[in-house]
């Protein structure tokens, strides 16, 4: 019974990598029509299918460790949740623990950093268990700003900075 | 006045230059509009050679204040250090309000600084004293005395013989990263080493008694939260839930430490009974709640939390549980630490020009911006309420500063070799 | 306004804890059973724009229709479930933008209602500064602490000190008394009303046959009006004009009171009041404001 559930989770998922890129193209229209201003929805927007399809397969073949976010944000966005949903595909047919290190830019306090941290690792951790990922595998640590690993203070580096790695 | 700054500034480099290297130094890079006009004049010593130049010591922590200009000392037309050699006419001729001289002997076993300073239109003897220590305890005489000619001359206590903590992260050729806990005195000299790990370091707080600190270590690569005796360096782990274990604070009566968790899912604030390592939780939301700070009395602290949607400073009352919103400008507030008086508060605020240390009134809401530089942070109040030091960026370089509460006088404390973070000046 | 923001607040929250017993430990059992179509369900967060709880609730429901359609069985679980949490974060990140709006709104009114108090005292300070050029062109004939709009102390202070130099040669306890009434009235010079509000109502019942209970009525009237607190600045005017007749105080207590009546929504009481005012104080410096707010606010 087990063993049929996990097979059908993975072919779920392989599926769900697809409808992902529908869905997100499907997302973006319905930014465009609402008029949302936030800045991924722009970003999405301008992404066409066939580049989103090339993304999502990409990111099953090579592995994503490494998930980006938002400004004082936790939220996943669609290309996140696509390379997550490739990992957990991984991570189901093997049993090793996993660490979740969330990191905040540098701007702002460093204790509230810590908890911003903390916050985006949980946000992949529930992600992965939904995704069949037992949350019992997996260690949330936060660092918050004090692992960069982009030093410059600009925006692109920030934006290198606000991140969780899976180990 | 300007090139005298300037030499003294040149001077107080050139003098920390030669200590170790980890000591900070110190470049004044605002005065307040018209300070006060001293001649610290050089004190003569008796017996054994004396390791550090008392004057100049005085004058550094007379400088840093930003309340006084010091006289070049080749502008002195004589160096008296008994009453009777003091010609006034000479002084005033030079624009000196005050004068201070003075004379130390130096013996195997105890050092003895006789001083006097002098309002130079009276001609009157303000203080004439003696301090006594150990042997080579010439800085800290020095900051006792700065501490007597500070108080005497603004009526508000002197801190300079107090100390501070900070973080300095060093990353070495292949990018291995070292972190330390340093304790230094206030002006950043003798500074040394209480804790070296390889992995971060953070938070560090002074009990009320200034005997014991407390810090987040990653040393066993979680965040875990210790307790440590200065004296004997003796320590204890307070903390190691899983999840976050930040921002200790010691309660003003120095027996709760409130702090904070996420080991129920979401960063809370909790108070631990230090006697009995019991703890209470005390918030309870499901947004990020950080960065406990007690008002002096012991009976709320202020905290930040994210739970209307952006990092805002909140007070919490111990006796009725009520959390109220304290900060409504700009869109972000916080690490919020109050003054000693209780009735106002310094703050990380982020506006449209980035991160600056702001000053907030408690009850009027009134609101004051600090600082010009743009990635500020972990602001530190003088036990005395007159300046704080704060963490920003210069040159790429993480440094430490200082800023009168006024805003009006700033300084700067650049480490020669590392990233220093995270000061947090000591009580009395 | 704090009633209705609870309250939405409430029903914010009320759909959270649903949410949350769908967390992702629980929720696997539900996924396993339910069936759904793979494309309509890895809901992006993105696509709750921050003014839209309704949008989402609103969304929650089309959404169910869609569970009931027939579709292919396979994609079925943790998509719904990526679902559901991905609305539980947008959700959480929903009420905490509400409730800082709420926060700073609450603020927002607190700010303006203090501003209220101060732009009531600007004015009234002005138009004592006019009464008061008024009655020096025509010296009244009998000169209480300040005029009866004032609360301030450039104005107030002088007369009133006048005043009580004026005041007979007391009795012990009406020393006391008068010691007492000085010190609340210094507390409403200073702006301190709520402390000035309990300081008169402690003094009427400490010193009931002092001289001073009159004025000590007609001060805490007008605070009272000032908080808001019609009904008893009702009271306090009605007890000072019943107790009193004979007082100077009591044409202008009987401007306000007619004010009071109005704002209760007593018209007809108002009315009566602010003519009484005309009919029976009609050399009185009130009987001109109380023609002014007959004629602009009654007829």
């Known amino acids: ?84 949903d490739a990992q957990a595909a991984v991570l189901r047919n093997n049993s090793t623990a996993i660490v979740l290190e ?52 600009n925006s692109a580096d920030y934006a290198l900075n606000r991140r969780v790695e899976l180990k | 006045m300007r090139v005298n700054f300037r030499f003294y500034v040149c001077l107080i480099v050139f003098f920390f230059s030669g200590l170790s290297a980890a000591d900070l130094v110190i470049e004044v890079t605002d005065w307040v509009k018209d300070p006060t006009k001293i001649a610290i004049v050089p004190f003569h010593n008796r017996g054994r050679e004396v390791q550090q130049d008392i004057a100049a010591v005085i004058a550094a922590d007379l400088t840093r204040s930003g309340q006084f200009s010091v006289l070049d000392r080749d502008d002195m037309l004589s160096s008296p250090s008994h009453a009777e050699e003091v010609h006034f006419r000479d002084w005033r001729a030079l624009g000196v309000d005050y004068l201070l001289i003075g004379r130390s002997e130096n013996r195997r076993n105890k050092m003895v600084v006789k001083y006097s300073l002098f309002d130079v239109h009276t001609q009157r003897a303000l203080l004439a ?36 903590l900070y973080v300095s992260a060093q990353r070495n050729e292949l990018g291995v990263s070292s972190y330390r806990l340093i304790l230094a005195d206030a002006d950043g000299a003798n500074a040394r080493e209480i804790l070296r790990s390889s992995e971060p370091i953070l938070s560090p707080a002074w009990s009320a008694d200034g005997k014991q600190i407390a810090y987040v270590s990653f040393e066993t690569q979680r965040p875990a939260i210790y307790q440590q005796i200065i004296a004997t360096g003796e320590r204890k782990k307070l903390t190691n839930f899983s999840g ?29 009974n230090l006697a009995t390592a019991e703890l209470q939780k005390i918030t309870h939301h499901s947004a990020i709640d950080t960065e406990p700070s007690w008002l002096p009395d012991g009976k709320s602290l202020v905290f930040t939390s994210d739970r209307g ?120 | 306004m704090r009633n209705s923001t609870t309250e939405s607040t409430g029903r914010l929250a009320n759909v959270l804890i649903m949410l949350l017993l769908l967390t992702p430990d629980s929720v696997f059992a539900l996924g396993q059973v339910e069936v759904v179509e793979a494309e309509s369900t890895i809901v992006p967060a993105e696509r709750y724009p921050s003014d839209g709880y309704f949008d989402v609730v609103s969304d929650r429901k089309s959404r169910a229709q869609i569970f009931d359609s027939n ?50 005292l600007d004015l009234d300070h ?88 009159p004025n000590a009525y007609f001060w805490l009237g007008e605070l009272q009006y000032l908080a808001m607190e019609l009904p008893l600045s009702r009271d306090s005017f009605i007890s000072l004009i019943e107790q009193y007749p004979q007082h100077k105080k009591v044409a202008d207590a009987k401007f306000k009171l007619g004010k009071v009546y109005h704002q209760l929504g007593q018209s007809a009481k108002a009315r009566s009041t602010l003519e009484s005012v005309l009919s029976d104080h009609a050399q009185s410096t009130a009987a001109n404001p109380a023609r002014e707010y007959l004629n602009s606010n009654l007829r």
Not at chain 1, 112 to 129: F, H, Q, S, T
Not at chain 2, 366 to 371: A, D, Q
Not at chain 3, 90 to 118: F, P, Y
Not at chain 3, 179 to 190: C, F, N, P, T, W
């Open chain 2, 244 to 272: 976050l274990n930040s921002a200790p604070a010691w309660s003003p009566d120095g027996k709760h430490m409130a702090m904070v968790l996420s080991k129920d899912g979401n960063p809370d604030i909790y108070l631990m």
């Open chain 2, 309 to 428: 949607g952006k990092p805002q400073i909140y007070q919490f009352t111990l006796a009725d549980k009520s959390v109220k919103r304290l900060t409504f400008k700009g869109r972000y507030n916080a690490k919020a630490s109050l003054m000693p008086d209780g009735k106002s508060m310094v703050m990380v605020h982020g506006d449209e020009q980035g991160y600056h240390i702001a000053w907030q009134e408690l009850a009027t809401g009134r609101h004051l911006i600090l600082t010009s530089s743009s990635l500020d942070e972990s602001p530190s109040i003088a036990p005395n309420g007159s300046m704080l030091l704060y963490a920003t960026k210069y040159a790429g370089r993480g440094v430490l500063a200082a800023v009168s509460v006024d805003g009006g006088i700033k300084f700067r404390l650049p480490s020669p070799s590392s990233d220093v973070r995270e000061p947090a000046w000591s009580p009395y």
């Open chain 3, 71 to 120: 579709a292919p069985a396979a994609v079925a679980s943790a998509a719904t479930n990526t679902d559901i949490l991905l609305q539980l974060q947008s959700l959480q990140a929903e009420l905490r933008q509400l409730r800082g709006l709420v926060e700073e709104q609450r603020h927002a009114i607190e700010m303006l209602d203090r501003k209220r108090i101060d732009d009531y």
């Open chain 1, 102 to 153: 969330g990191h905040a830019d540098e701007r702002g306090s460093r204790e509230y950093n810590l908890a911003l941290g903390e916050r985006r690792a949980k946000a992949v951790a529930d992600y992965l268990a939904i995704q069949g990922i037992s949350r019992a595998r997996i260690e949330v640590v936060s660092y918050g700003e004090e692992r960069p690993v982009a030093l410059r203070s």
């Open chain 1, 1 to 84: 019974m087990i063993k049929k559930y996990i097979s059908l989770v993975f072919l779920m998922s392989l599926l769900s990598a697809c409808a992902t890129t529908d869905q997100q193209d499907a997302s973006a229209t319905d930014n465009a029509a609402t008029g949302s201003s936030s800045e991924t929805a722009a970003v999405s927007s301008g992404v066409d299918t066939a580049s989103a399809v090339e993304v999502a397969v990409e990111s099953a073949v090579q592995l994503e460790n490494v998930f980006y976010f938002d400004y004082d944000q936790a939220t996943l966005g669609s290309d996140v949740r696509a390379s997550l």
């Open chain 3, 126 to 213: 002005r138009l004592s500064v006019v009464h008061q050029s008024q009655v020096e062109a025509k010296p009244a004939p009998d000169k209480e602490e300040g005029l009866n709009f004032s609360f301030v102390p450039m104005v107030a202070t002088q007369p009133a000190v006048s005043a009580f130099d004026q005041a007979e040669p007391p009795l012990s306890v009406e020393a006391e008394a008068k010691q007492a009434y000085r010190q609340s009235y210094q507390l409403v010079k200073d702006r301190e009303f709520e402390r000035a509000q309990t300081s008169l109502t402690d003094f009427i019942q400490r010193y009931p046959s002092s001289s001073y209970i």
């Open chain 2, 129 to 164: 004293n003696e301090i006594r220590a150990g042997r080579d305890a010439e800085r800290a005489i020095a900051h006792k005395l700065s501490d007597a000619v500070f108080e005497k001359l603004t009526g508000i206590r002197g801190a300079f013989s107090t100390r501070m």
